[in-house]
């Protein structure tokens, strides 16, 4: 979907602040907030792309003004009020209104491999690739309200396949409960100038990973 969280090519946001010596967590909260991540998902409250959606979802004023981890805990709140795990007024109160329904424990030693992965969507599935390492593409310009995982600044622009992934569950689909739909993944190649215009540098690229329904030959 089109939406504040793309941002990608967008001007007039400032400059990008760096903090020296940043820690990886400024607030306790933020701390807690991260380690729901890991049971919420080993549960089957989300896959990472609802989550991805649900933090797309946010009011646009409300994103630019909250943190990263208050990014995540919307998503949270959000997918576990779509998912009937919690009512608004548990939320407000803080606490469980009865009983809390029991869900198995995610061990403490899984969770390292668990981050590890990246939660990564690769399927073991016998799908025929489009596209091969050196084809000329052209990504559809397609503006879904739902979820996509094309960059708006890609859009209708010339790349390369660079390097073909494997096959991934496509997220477009999975962000909204159709099925894996599974296809190939490409790292595509697209040159500074091709996205930005003849003022950008020849020597930059950028490498965006995109899937067979996100591209035509060119």
Known sequence: MNGIHDLGGMHGHGAVRHEADEPVFH?????RVFGLFAPCFAAGLF?????????????????LRSSYYEHWLHALETLALEKGVVTGEELRMGRAAGTARATPALAAAAVPAMLAQGAS?????????????????????????THTRVPRYVRDK??????????????????????????????????????????????????????DDHLVSA
């Open 47 to 63: 896959n990472v792309d609802e989550f991805r959606h649900a933090i797309e979802r946010m009011d646009p004023a409300e994103y």
């Open 121 to 145: 969507a690769r399927v073991d599935k016998k799908v025929k690739a489009k596209f091969q390492e050196g084809d000329m593409v052209v990504v559809k310009n397609v503006n879904p309200p």
């Open 158 to 211: 010339l790349g390369c396949i660079d390097r073909v992934h494997g096959v991934f569950v496509f997220p477009d689909s999975a962000a909204h409960g159709k099925g894996d739909k599974p296809q190939y993944c490409y790292s595509v190649y697209f040159s500074a100038q091709e996205l930005w215009g003849s003022r950008a540098s020849r020597n930059d690229a950028v490498y965006v990973d995109l899937w």
């Open 27 to 31: 607030h306790d909260w933020e701390r």
